[in-house]
């Protein structure tokens, strides 16, 4: 038997629209047309989970698989019924810090333009990903937010456990935490928290054409 390794794992953030994906230039959160290595998130296309676009400088991916239940109680049944309502599925990274990066996504601003509900409202991070080509703000409900046809809420966090046996992608997960670690005598480090309620995709290598396929519900 052959266990997975933690040097084999790749992680990739991508957004959910095929076209735009989000970086921090000049301490502000923006949207651009392109793939780079330097983007926070790149495009939702096989293109975008390039073996060279995958993060770097990680040192821990925490995925946490679970549903959210309602308890039904029954008269004359000591058992309850767990009945499934939704997934609820959360994953932490943890990088080694080098950069603003990730506390301007989490904290903003947006950049001037480039918010979906106007600059009245670009005081706020890139926690909800994008909404008609811009950058959502988080002022309208999942389903609306859109690129094109598709649902383009939240982000998708494509873990690679080990190529061509596993790989598990977190769909529309929106940011729910941030948090830096510092030490007096070692390198600072930074944890992202992501929480998603769509069913997760699981399939052999990020490679496979479900790990960028468009979200039909939400």
Sequence with gaps: MAYY???DVKVWIIT???DDSIAVSSNECTVLDTDA???FANTRTQAGLADNLAKTDITGVDIGIGVVDEDVSYMGQRSV???EIKKETTVSLTFKKSDNELDVIFNGPIKSGDCSD???HRNVGARWGCDN???SAGLSSPEDHKAGTAISYGYRVVVQLQDAVEAIAVPNACITG???SLSADGVSEETIEFTSH???IIAANATDATMFAVTTAI
Aim: charged share 20%; hydrophobic share 35%; aromatic share 0%.
């Design 16 to 18: 959910e629209d095929a």
């Design 118 to 120: 106007g600059d009245t």
């Design 178 to 180: 941030h948090s830096v």
């Design 198 to 200: 769509v069913t997760p």
């Design 37 to 39: 290595i330097t983007n």
């Design 133 to 135: 080509n811009s950058i």
């Design 5 to 7: 390794l933690g040097r």
């Design 81 to 83: 019924l767990k009945a």
